[in-house]
């Protein structure tokens, strides 16, 4: 630990250099100057579009998850409670051998005894997978992208988001499935998994040994520059705003130094692993959703002859936008889709990295689990936190559209992202702007630590497992979480949208060639729950 702290002050010490040389521009600008065209090319690259302004990568993306939902027959939808049951342990004598026929015949290329020994591999329980994986998922997507979403598109947008986000949960629970199914154990019992490798194994099997390498490397590579960007820059970006708000920081550079803190807590955590990380995330993430949950119901419930014509406002705009400056229906739901897909992340297949990780020998298990988080991070966190803006806004306080890049006005002050919502919270709670800016903070603090880990293992894949190739990496992780408090919002989220989407390429060719896989493996789990039901 000390080495690391020592290696920690040692990257910011040319840091801290660069700050005494910065012009009258500030810190801040300068390092967004620097960043803003690289944000610029790489999202101009992954966002192409193929006709009416739309990208093929939302296309794909939402596309592929309503062949998933038809095609396991609304799993998101049948097995619902199954999953439920699933995380609160209902289940867990399946894999201390219970329901399982005793037999030598193999199962899915497997004896039976042997696979009742593979549920002692894993490192985190069915729960804690969840709490590491959602905590990557529920964080600053939920409070500013939320906001951008209606900033831009405005309340339809909000329906648009929970059409995917419920279309996202059948593709979740097959990335995941598959993150267990291929995953690695080293000799030491750490887990190593994802789409790296189920697409590089399970290809093999097919027969394209040569795709699989290919694709699992590009799949590594986007996936670090997604811990970079939307695991990282983003939250710590969105951090920074409310804490600038709540200090009342108007200093160029205080950005700059808020990301230095930022950088020097997630470095003392990230250290530890997935075991640290998973004792972290099961504690913050449910303790903070519930705040903050409990907070957007209060709101709500005050508010309680407005929720009708809330729900009203967003339904009828998702069809029939009105005045909103981003390419009317089609520009509503592209606003929608992306910002639920960055949200929940289904699709990216970085939630398969953590699921991997869980102590189970039936893959499908942790699919079933997995489904759960499109659900709880879109449809519940995000539709709340949408009804709170809207309401808000019933007063007149901004126009939907802003200044057409997610900025507002309200009161005769700019406002983007976390900064609506902590100014809709404002009005109906007393000293939220403290609430929402600790829940933000620690929302991406929660974040930026699970996709450290997202990282980490894909780094791991391309470079080696060694202690100089980790500590690489976090120092690279740990300069990202500056840049994104120091530079601008669009800059950051430019970028950050473009490296999550990127990563939806070369996992979806994992997907369509292996789903057949998770059908297989859903039945047999299914059929284990089954043989308890007899044996009870």
Not at 458 to 470: E, I, T
Request: net charge neutral; with cysteine; proline share 2%.
């Amino acid at each position: 630990m000390k080495k690391f702290l020592l290696s920690i002050f040692t990257f910011i010490i040319p840091f801290l250099s660069f700050t005494q040389e910065a012009t009258e521009k500030g810190i801040d600008q300068r390092i967004d100057e620097g960043f803003k065209p690289f944000s610029d090319t790489v999202s101009s690259i992954i966002f192409f579009e193929v006709f009416d302004g739309v990208p093929f990568v939302l296309l794909l993306l939402v596309g592929s998850a309503a062949f998933f939902t038809i095609y396991f027959g609304f799993v998101n939808i049948r097995h619902f409670k199954t999953a439920i049951n699933v995380v609160r342990g209902k289940y867990d004598s399946i894999d201390e051998g219970h329901g399982v026929e005793k037999t030598e015949l193999p199962v899915d290329g497997d004896i039976s005894d042997t696979i009742r020994d593979e549920s002692k591999e894993g490192e985190v329980t069915h729960f804690q997978a969840l709490a590491t994986a959602v905590s990557g998922t529920v964080g600053n997507g939920n409070i500013a992208g939320v906001a951008l979403a209606i900033a831009l598109g405005g309340p339809g947008a909000t329906f648009w988001m929970i059409v995917c986000g419920l279309l996202g949960m059948s593709t979740k629970f097959v990335e995941c499935t598959l993150g267990v199914q291929y995953r690695d154990i080293g000799p030491d019992g750490t887990v190593y998994g994802g789409p790296m490798y189920y697409i590089s194994k399970g290809l093999k099997e097919k027969g394209f040994t040569m795709l699989g390498k290919i694709a699992a490397v590009f799949f590594a590579i986007f996936c670090i520059g997604g811990s970079f960007g939307g695991g990282n820059a983003a939250q710590s970006n969105q951090a920074t705003i409310v804490l600038k708000e709540l200090m009342g920081l108007e200093s160029t550079s205080a950005g700059a130094w808020i990301g230095v803190v930022l950088a020097i807590l997630v470095g003392i955590i990230i250290i530890g692993g997935i075991k640290r990380i998973a004792s972290v995330t099961e504690k913050v993430v449910p303790f903070m959703a519930v705040l903050y949950l409990v907070a957007c119901l209060y709101i709500i419930f005050s508010n309680f002859s407005l929720i009708d014509d809330a729900f009203g406002l967003i339904f009828n705009e998702a069809f029939n936008p009105k005045a909103i400056g981003v390419g009317g229906f089609i520009g509503v739901l592209l606003v929608g889709f992306k910002r639920a897909a960055f949200s929940n992340e289904a699709g990216a297949g970085s939630a398969s990295i953590a699921h991997s990780a869980v102590k189970t020998k039936y893959s499908a298990s942790e699919g079933l689990v997995a489904l759960l988080e499109p659900f709880i991070d879109t449809v519940v966190i995000c539709t709340m936190t949408a009804l709170v803006i809207v309401i808000f806004n019933f007063s007149g306080a901004f126009v939907y559209g802003g200044d057409g890049l997610g900025a507002v006005m309200i009161d005769g002050v700019s406002y983007e992202g976390a900064g609506i919502t902590s100014k809709a919270f404002a009005e109906y709670i007393p000293f939220s702007n403290v609430f929402l800016t600790v829940a933000v903070v620690l929302f991406a603090v929660s974040t930026m630590i699970s996709w450290s880990y997202y990282g980490l293992q894909s780094w791991k894949y391309l470079f080696g497992r060694g202690k100089a190739a980790d500590l690489t990496y976090k120092m690279l992780f740990l300069l990202f979480v500056i840049i994104g408090a120091a530079a601008s919002m669009k800059s950051i989220w430019d970028f950050s949208d473009a490296m999550i989407f990127a990563m939806v390429f070369p996992n979806m060719i994992g997907l369509f060639f292996l789903f057949p896989v998770v059908k297989k493996q859903l039945a047999r789990y299914l059929d284990a729950i089954k043989g308890i039901k007899k044996e009870a």
